[in-house]
């Protein structure tokens, strides 16, 4: 089992950037391949990003490219999506997922463990 809890959400102007971070309960957090998705309101949720259990790959839906950036620290059982050059467009709600078996995928039916998501809003 593997409890998931996201922080980092929050207020920002366009242009400006946030972290996220999503801490993992247990002690096999570098058995899991991790991820990133994003809910905007009356849209389904989307990939945004994923990482492989060491760190060393990472894939990215096309929209963040450039501007978000996921990373992983195993020692501390954290993955974090750093995201620069936000946009209205990028408000959502954010969600980190863990996969025992898929490293990279973009369909949520990979992963087993969710968070409860953490709120970023982009004001103009």
């Known amino acids: 089992q593997v409890q998931l809890v996201e922080s980092g959400g929050g207020l920002v102007q366009a242009g400006g950037s946030l972290r996220l971070s999503c801490a993992a309960s247990g002690r096999t957090f570098s058995s899991y391949a991790m991820a990133w998705f994003r809910q905007a309101p009356g849209k389904e949720r989307e990939f945004v990003a994923a990482i492989n259990w060491s760190g060393g790959s990472t894939h990215y839906a096309d929209f963040p490219k450039g501007r978000f950036t996921i990373s992983r620290d195993n020692a501390k059982n954290t993955v974090y999506l750093q995201m620069n050059s936000l946009k209205p467009e990028d408000t959502a709600v954010y969600y980190c997922?863990?996969?025992?078996?898929?490293?990279?995928?973009?369909?949520?039916?990979?992963?087993?463990?969710w968070g409860q998501g953490t709120q970023v809003t982009v004001s103009s």
């Open positions: 997922a863990a996969s025992k078996y898929y490293s990279g995928s973009h369909y949520q039916n990979s992963y087993d463990y």
